[in-house]
C-alpha cells in the first residue's frame, strides 16, 4: 500500500477563499483523523471517523471547518471562508481497529 | 478530559549521552499509548506501542516503557540522525479518540 496520500502538499490561497484538502486513507483501515499542526498548539485533532462516520467533530474550530467521508477510501476537509489564521499543517491519518494510526504527508496551507 | 502532557519541550544531548523522555498521560480507558517521530516537513512517524502497564519495546537505540501514569522513552548513546520531534499519544477505548502529547525536540550534537 502507498500509505496515506494527502493533496495537495502546499495550498496558498486569499482570505475569504474555500479550501478543500483531500486524503486517502489506507485500504483497509476503519478510523480517519484529521489534525491540524501549528508551532503554538502542536498537533490538533479536528474530527475523525469510523467506519465512514464522523464520531467526534468537537475539535472542529468553528462552523467555517467542515469534513466528509463519503466513502471508505476518500475523505474531505473544507474551510470556507479561509482566514489568515487557519494557516497550519493538516494531517491526516488512518488506523485499524483504534491501533496505530498513519500518517500522511500533510497539507501546508496559507492562507494571505 | 483526556490528556497527555510531555517533557522536557526540547533536550539537547551530546552524540553519545543517554537520557530519557517523559509523557504523563490521563487517558480514559487506555487503549494504547503511541510513540511517534517527527522530521521537519513530514508527517509523525510510527514508531512503538504499548498496551499494558510494564510493557517494553526496543527499537534501534530506542527503548519505551510504560507505567499506569505514564511513558518513557529512553535514548541510548544517541547518534545525530536521532535528531527530531518525539510525539506520545495516547487513543482511548471508550470514544477511540488518539489524542497527542506537544512533543519534546530532541537535537543530538557531534
Known amino acids: 500500500d502507498a500509505g496515506v496520500i494527502q493533496s495537495p502538499r502546499h495550498e496558498v490561497t486569499e482570505m475569504g477563499q474555500e479550501v478543500t484538502l483531500r486524503c486517502k486513507p489506507i485500504s483497509g483501515h476503519d478510523y480517519l483523523f484529521w489534525y491540524r499542526q501549528t508551532m503554538m498548539r502542536g498537533l490538533e485533532l479536528l474530527i475523525y471517523?469510523?467506519?465512514?462516520?464522523?464520531?467526534?467533530d468537537s475539535g472542529m474550530p468553528e462552523d467555517r471547518f467542515s469534513a466528509k467521508m463519503p466513502n471508505a477510501s476518500f475523505s474531505t476537509l473544507k474551510i470556507q471562508p479561509s482566514e489568515p489564521r487557519d494557516s497550519a499543517v493538516y494531517f491526516c491519518?488512518?488506523?485499524?481497529?483504534?491501533?496505530?494510526?498513519?500518517f500522511g504527508q500533510g497539507t501546508r496551507l496559507t492562507v494571505v | 478530559e483526556d490528556q497527555v502532557t510531555q517533557s522536557p519541550e526540547a533536550l539537547r544531548l551530546q552524540e553519545g549521552e543517554s537520557s530519557s523522555l517523559n509523557c504523563s498521560y490521563t487517558?480514559?480507558?487506555?487503549?494504547?499509548l503511541f510513540w511517534y517521530r517527527q522530521d521537519p516537513g513530514k508527517g509523525p512517524e510510527f514508531l512503538f506501542t504499548?498496551?499494558?502497564a510494564g510493557e517494553e519495546k526496543e527499537k534501534e537505540r530506542l527503548k519505551a516503557t510504560l507505567t499506569k501514569k505514564e511513558s518513557f522513552l529512553h535514548i541510548t548513546a544517541p547518534k545525530p540522525e536521532d535528531s527530531a520531534t518525539y510525539l506520545c499519544?495516547?487513543?482511548?477505548?471508550?470514544?477511540?479518540?488518539?489524542?497527542f502529547g506537544q512533543g519534546t525536540t530532541l537535537q543530538v550534537k557531534p
Open positions: 471517523f469510523n467506519n465512514n462516520v464522523p464520531i467526534d
Open positions: 504499548l498496551y499494558s
Open positions: 487517558v480514559s480507558g487506555l487503549r494504547g
Open positions: 491519518a488512518s488506523s485499524l481497529l483504534s491501533t496505530e494510526a498513519f
Open positions: 499519544a495516547g487513543i482511548s477505548s471508550n470514544t477511540g479518540k488518539l489524542i
